[in-house]
């Protein structure tokens, strides 16, 4: 059923993730209880569209700051950043091959990485992701999300009890040993590596939700464990987070916005226009996260790289 307050509705789109929010302009400041209607659908569905909602990047940016202060588009942002707003990471083709090189965008995805939560390599990965259509194919290039919330609870108890108390590293580039690249991916993981170690059932810090962190795109092994033991484990929690029903595909149109909760949903690049010859441009934004908790209070540990503060 539906939420309607003040105009604003929220409309559910699957079982278990994504809610669309008609009712408001984003462009404006927003009143009290519209963010709070927005923030408790973020907590129940993980992630929240909004349609037809024409923003520049101001205009995204100052959206972005009534929930959260405003990081940097991306520690590896470098020069790709539109000039005067360096808060903002823009996804398409072009800015990927100028952020980290020919090779590394056609080994993995010109769109991004596989199914991730955004960068969460660091200490202190983004606690949320707001993601601004420009550009759009007609059609093809829909971005998927899934709950790892719900994912968790759809384990057994005895693996849950036994993922419970592991622990993983994360590291930026792991999945394409982008160490001995020669692009410039290469030089930003050898001189500014990001690294830490987060449990790998992580509490959500507002709804005391367990979530299965890891994630295919940036864990690189469970600690504590032999190899070919983590190597088992990580593959029944990747197929797990995978499981359709968990998930949500979301269709882009000029206008449209996706914003997520990182901590509690993973989102997965579209690779299905890579053939066409279809542009497509989309914005992102992220707000600064705290340091993950495990279920036995524990908090994560940086290997490398500095907190990720506001811009």
Do not use: C
């Not at 907590?43 to 101001?58: E, G, M, T």
């Amino acid at each position: 059923m539906s939420v309607v307050l003040n105009r604003i509705e929220v409309l559910p789109q699957s079982g278990w993730t994504g809610a669309e929010i008609v009712g408001v302009d984003l462009r404006e400041p927003l009143p009290d209880e519209h963010i709070d209607v927005i923030r408790r659908a973020l907590h129940k569905w993980k992630v929240v569209y909004f349609r037809d909602q024409f923003l520049d990047h101001a205009q995204q940016i100052a959206f972005g700051r009534q929930f959260g202060e405003v990081t940097p588009g991306h520690p590896y942002e470098g020069d790709v950043a539109p000039a005067g707003f360096p808060q903002i990471h823009t996804v398409s083709p072009k800015a990927y091959e100028k952020r980290y090189g020919r090779n590394y965008t056609r080994k993995l995805s010109a769109n991004g990485p596989g199914w991730h939560a955004d960068v969460t390599p660091l200490i202190n990965p983004p606690a949320y992701s707001i993601l601004r259509a420009e550009v759009v194919p007609p059609y093809s290039g829909d971005t998927q999300f899934t709950n790892v919330a719900a994912a968790y609870q759809g384990l057994s108890e005895p693996i849950r009890k036994l993922i419970d108390g592991l622990r993983a590293e994360h590291r930026f580039g792991s999945n394409y040993n982008a160490d001995r690249s020669e692009e410039r991916i290469g030089d930003w993981v050898r001189n500014k590596p990001l690294a830490s170690v987060h449990p790998v059932v992580r509490v959500h810090p507002e709804t005391g939700e367990r979530v299965i962190y890891v994630n295919p795109s940036f864990t690189k092994h469970i600690v504590d464990v032999t190899p070919r033991e983590s190597r088992y484990i990580l593959d029944l929690l990747f197929d797990q987070i995978q499981r359709p029903e968990y998930t949500d595909r979301f269709r882009w149109k000029p206008g449209s916005i996706a914003f997520w909760d990182n901590r509690a949903v993973l989102h997965l690049a579209p690779r299905d226009f890579e053939h066409l010859d279809f542009e497509r441009v989309l914005h992102r934004i992220t707000l600064v996260g705290d340091i993950p908790v495990g279920v036995d209070g524990q908090r994560s540990t940086s290997i490398s790289g500095d907190p990720f503060l506001a811009a």
